[in-house]
C-alpha cells in the first residue's frame, strides 16, 4: 500500500531525559524533521529529575517547535529515578493509539516515525521494533562498536525466549498497555525486554520487526562507558532470569579469558591480519577478540553481582475505564508468570 493510501493514526513519541542539556537540540533538530503529518504526532518528553539545565533546553525547543507546528508536552519524573518510571509518566499523559518511544541520545532519521508506525495498519501488531545504528565515530571503541553491529535490534528480536526490541527503537500499541500493564518503574535495567514479554503473553499481540525505521546511536567511547555498559547487561540478564526464568549468560573465568586470548593470538589475529591487509575487514578487527572478552568478562561481572530489588518486581497499570474488567482479569495471571 502507498503511503499516500494509509489511514495515519494518532502517534505519541515518548522521550525520557535525564542530564540531557547536550543533547536536546541535536534531537530536537530530528524530531522537527519527521515526515509524519504534524497533527497526528504529539511529542513528550519527560525530564526525569535531571541536575544540569535540561528543563531550560527542552523549554526553548518546545518554542522552536511549536512555531513549526508541533505539538510538545513537557513533563517531569522526580520521585523516582528510572527512565521507565518517566516513560510512564509519558504513557499515561499520551494522547495517541500508537506510542513511538526513543531516548535522548538517539538521532532518527527524517522518515523514524511514518516507516515504523506503518505495520501498524494490521490490527494484530502490538510491537514494532525499529532499527539502530551506529552514529559516526572516530574513536577505537566507537569503530569497535560499530563493527560488531552491538545494538542492532536483530539480535533482540531473535531471542529465544521471545522477541524484544531496545526502547531507543521501539513502538507499542497503547491497548497491549491496558492488558499488559506499563514498565516496572523501579526496574533499572532489562525493562524493555520485560515489558515486550509481557505483552506478548497477556494477548495474541504479533511483534514486526521493520529495520528500515532507523535511528542512530552513540556508542561509547572510553573502556570505563563500555564496562559499565556491559555490567549493565549482566544485571539485566539476572533480573531477568529471576523474573521470566530465561537462562543465564555464561560465567567468564579468568581461565576462559587466557584460553580465548591464546587462541586469538594464533589463529584470529593472523586471519585478521590478512584480511585487513586485503581490505576486507577494518582495522578494528584486529583487536575485536580482546575486545569481546573486555565486555563479556564485564557481563559476567553485573550478572554476579546483581541483585534484583523487590520493588523491581512491582508492575503499575494503565487505568482505562473502557478496559477496567480485561485489566484486572489479566493482573493476576501476568504477576504469576513473572
Not at 526525569?48 to 539545565?53: Q, V
Request: glycine share 6%; charged share 20%; net charge positive.
Amino acid at each position: 500500500m502507498s503511503l499516500q493510501t494509509v489511514e495515519w493514526p494518532q502517534i505519541s513519541v515518548i522521550v525520557p531525559i535525564y542530564n540531557g542539556a547536550t543533547d536536546i537540540p541535536n534531537l530536537g533538530e530530528c524530531l522537527c524533521q519527521q515526515t509524519y503529518p504534524k497533527n497526528r504526532v504529539e511529542y513528550l518528553l519527560i525530564n526525569n529529575n535531571s541536575s544540569d539545565s535540561t528543563m531550560v533546553c527542552l523549554q526553548e525547543w518546545q518554542v522552536k517547535a511549536q512555531a513549526l507546528g508541533l505539538q510538545v508536552k513537557l513533563l517531569s519524573e522526580s520521585e523516582i529515578q528510572s527512565s521507565y518510571a518517566a516513560r510512564n509518566q509519558g504513557i499515561r499523559a499520551a494522547n495517541g493509539e500508537i506510542l513511538a518511544f526513543t531516548d535522548a541520545d538517539c538521532r532518527p532519521h527524517a522518515d523514524w516515525l511514518t516507516t515504523l508506525i506503518h505495520p501498524f495498519q494490521d490490527a494484530h501488531v502490538g510491537l514494532v521494533i525499529g532499527e539502530i545504528a551506529a552514529l559516526p565515530g572516530n574513536s577505537l571503541l566507537e569503530q569497535y562498536a560499530e563493527y560488531r553491529e552491538m545494538m542492532t535490534q536483530r539480535y533482540t528480536y531473535s531471542h529465544s525466549f521471545y522477541p524484544y526490541g531496545q526502547t531507543a527503537n521501539l513502538a507499542v500499541r497503547k491497548a497491549a498497555f491496558v492488558q499488559a500493564g506499563l514498565f516496572r518503574p523501579y526496574l533499572t535495567t532489562g525493562g524493555d525486554a520485560d515489558l515486550c514479554w509481557r505483552v506478548q503473553l497477556a494477548g495474541s499481540w504479533r511483534v514486526y520487526f521493520e529495520p528500515k525505521a532507523i535511528i542512530r546511536h552513540r556508542h561509547r567511547a572510553t573502556f570505563k562507558d563500555l564496562a559499565s555498559q556491559w555490567r549493565r547487561y549482566g544485571r539485566s540478564n539476572q533480573y531477568l532470569h529471576e523474573l521470566h526464568h530465561v537462562n543465564l549468560g555464561p560465567n567468564v573465568s579468568s581461565r576462559t579469558i587466557a584460553r580465548r586470548l591464546t587462541q586469538w593470538l594464533a589463529q584470529d589475529l593472523p586471519k585478521a591480519t590478512w584480511k585487513v591487509l586485503r581490505g576486507k575487514a577494518p582495522s578494528v578487527a584486529l583487536v575485536s577478540v580482546p575486545l569481546d572478552v573486555y565486555c563479556a568478562r564485564a557481563r559476567s561481572v553485573g550478572q554476579q553481582q546483581a541483585q534484583l530489588p523487590e520493588a523491581a518486581r512491582e508492575i503499575v497499570w494503565l487505568e482505562n475505564s473502557d478496559t477496567t474488567s480485561t485489566k484486572t482479569n489479566l493482573k493476576p495471571e501476568i504477576n504469576n508468570l513473572v
